[in-house]
């Protein structure tokens, strides 16, 4: 059976139930379901990178987060995680980086007040959280930009997109796959930081803040000023 052919049995498997009960209907060894998982995560992110190298789209969302005058993440359920992990690394190198996470800041928040320079990430995968699609939908039509991090060009909110960055999620799990989600949040904040104005001042700022707030444990192989990287 060709990969697409599995791909697209596998996006029938709306549910991780459905999904549990069609992959492991056998027993199957650890050492086999290993070899299984790691098979299918290395494939997902090959055909994840081939395509974005081609399309050229995470330069162009790169862009639109560099020019923006504020950055909104946004992502419900397990796609929060993504949220976070995104905004944790591009607020290193930017200012003004949000995450709406419906709680410390909300989607009423944001809407009353879109820019055409504010721009959304937003990360929707199955089984397509209404909220993220609805607040996509919303921000886009009030004026700002939105960029799509999700796992088919179908998906709900790929209409409102200026940017769709689809990526490949199959997994020999009953769970869909992080690893290209993240590796795509790892292209975009390694892209953003390299063209940021005053990246290398705000990261040095943040370590000296970082050492008056005592935050991390003293590392002895590695004393502070130590240079670790090429």
């Given amino acids: 059976m060709s990969d697409d052919s599995v791909e697209s049995r596998d996006r029938r498997l709306r549910s991780p139930g459905d999904r549990y009960g069609d992959r492991f209907r056998t027993n199957v060894s ?48 397990k796609s929060a995680a993504y949220a976070e992990l995104l905004g944790a690394d591009l607020a290193t190198t930017l200012s003004n980086v949000f995450v709406v996470d419906g709680r410390s800041l909300t989607d009423l928040t944001v809407l009353s007040d879109v820019r055409a320079s504010d721009v959304l990430i937003a990360f929707s995968m199955r089984r397509y959280r209404e909220e ?7 921000f886009r039509r009030a004026g700002g930009e939105v960029i ?23 997994s020999a799990s009953s769970s869909d796959s992080p690893t290209s989600v993240a590796a795509v949040c ?17 990261l040095a700022a943040r370590d000296v803040i970082a050492a008056d707030l005592d935050l991390y444990h003293p590392d002895d192989h590695f004393p502070a000023g130590t240079e670790t990287t090429p």
């Avoid at 299918?40 to 994840?48: D, F, P, Y």
């Avoid at 993220?132 to 919303?138: A, M, N």
């Avoid at 999700?150 to 790929?158: G, H, N, Y």
Wanted: proline share 2%.
């Fill in 186 to 202: 790892h292209l975009l904040s390694t892209l953003t930081a390299a063209s940021a104005k005053g990246a290398r001042r705000r």
């Fill in 30 to 77: 650890a050492e086999a379901l290993l070899a299984r998982v790691i098979d299918t995560e290395s494939r997902s992110l090959a055909l994840t990178f081939a395509e974005l190298a081609s399309s050229g789209d995470v330069s162009r969302a790169a862009g639109l987060i560099l020019g923006a005058r504020r950055r909104y993440l946004t992502g419900r359920g």
């Fill in 148 to 170: 799509v991090i999700t796992d088919t060009v179908d998906a709900p909110l790929a209409a409102a997109a200026t940017v769709l960055l689809p990526v490949h999620t199959h």
């Fill in 132 to 138: 993220t699609v609805r607040f996509g939908e919303l």
